[in-house]
Nanobody, 126 residues
Framework: QVQLLESGGGLVQPGGSLRLSCEVSGRTPSDYGVAWFRQVPGKERDFVAAVSRSGGRLYYTDSVQGRFIISRDNAKNTVELQMNSVKPEDTAVYYC???????????????????WGQGTQVTVSS
């Protein structure tokens, strides 16, 4: 079993920055690739970014490329999502998820991830 706990969500103005954190615990966290997804009411959960087990390979959806940065610290068992130049369309509940699949490339469908956090709300508004 792997447990994931997100933190860092909140209200941010357009153009601002926010950092989300995901604490990974349980079975050896470094055996899992980790991704961030987001979901708005009435829509599917969408892939945002992912990081491989070692942290050496990073993946982003086109809409956040160049604005968001994903990183992981296996010594601290954390995965972070630095969100810069945020836009109102970034408003969503953000989830971190873990997958035992080998990331080459990272899976981008929610059903390919076995473990999920409870989510954290991010609202971009002035």
């Amino acid at each position: 079993q792997v447990q994931l706990l997100e933190s860092g969500g909140g209200l941010v103005q357009p153009g601002g920055s926010l950092r989300l954190s995901c604490e990974v615990s349980g079975r050896t966290p470094s055996d899992y690739g980790v991704a961030w997804f987001r979901q708005v009411p009435g829509k599917e959960r969408d892939f945002v970014a992912a990081v491989s087990r070692s942290g050496g390979r990073l993946y982003y959806t086109d809409s956040v490329q160049g604005r968001f940065i994903i990183s992981r610290d296996n010594a601290k068992n954390t995965v972070e999502l630095q969100m810069n130049s945020v836009k109102p369309e970034d408003t969503a509940v953000y989830y971190c998820a873990a997958s035992g699949l080998f990331f080459s490339p990272a899976p981008r469908r929610a059903l390919q991830y076995e473990y999920w956090g409870q989510g954290t709300q991010v609202t971009v508004s002035s």
